[in-house]
């Protein structure tokens, strides 16, 4: 069995611990999740919306809407998590990433919502992306990220990414990271091909 077919286990609803000791539930989407991500997606503050859309909106148009609920297709996916907030389980997150055919290149966006910003969150779901990408054989991880978006920037320092500038468009930089670098930590299969599953 190769990486790329014994990774598509990681698929499947998985509960993780952040190091603050929050348990966060992580799966793919599916389509039945557009009213979630659209009510998830209006309850970010505008600040966070336009960090993670490079722009000021509101809520996803339609077509936006359909394309991340559908991403099944092979070298793309998006990532939902979910966490207990006030009782209930929420989303509390996403993420998006997207190898072209034929490419080298594996782009990737994320938004965190605002209450569980600096837990640790995003950390997991950009070294769980990696492990997907390195699994599906891509060279370079690669986002578009706002100059003025410290959070991020500081993020993907942490997890070994280079920024780059200038961009053709002055208000972003690009986070680079070299996949063909060997891997520090531990591996992907003990980080996200766990045996515990847990619906959400």
Not at 75 to 83: D, M, S
Not at 113 to 122: C, H, Y
Request: glycine share 8%.
């Amino acid at each position: 069995m190769n990486d790329a077919s014994r990774f598509d286990r990681g698929t499947e609803s998985h509960m993780f611990r952040l190091p603050g000791g929050e348990s966060v539930i992580v799966r793919a989407i599916s389509p039945q999740d557009a009213d979630r991500l659209q009510a998830y997606m209006r309850n970010l503050s505008a600040s966070t919306r336009r960090n993670r859309f490079l722009g000021a909106i509101s809520e996803l148009a339609q077509t936006e809407l359909e394309r991340l609920t559908h991403m099944n297709r092979p070298g793309e996916l998006a990532l939902i998590a979910f966490a207990r907030m006030g009782g209930e389980v929420s989303m509390v997150a996403e993420a998006i990433q997207v190898i072209a055919p034929q490419s080298q290149r594996c782009e990737i966006a994320l938004s965190v919502t605002d209450a569980w910003q600096r837990k640790g969150l995003g950390t997991l779901l950009v070294r769980n992306m990696e492990c997907r990408a390195r699994a599906l054989g891509a060279r370079y991880l690669i986002g578009e990220v706002l100059r003025t978006n410290d959070a991020m920037k500081g993020l993907a320092r942490k997890a070994g990414f280079a920024i780059q500038g200038p961009f053709t468009d002055a208000r972003l930089v690009e986070i680079v990271k070299d996949l063909s670098i060997p891997q520090t930590g531990l591996p992907c299969e003990q980080q996200f091909m766990l045996p515990q599953s847990i619906a959400a």
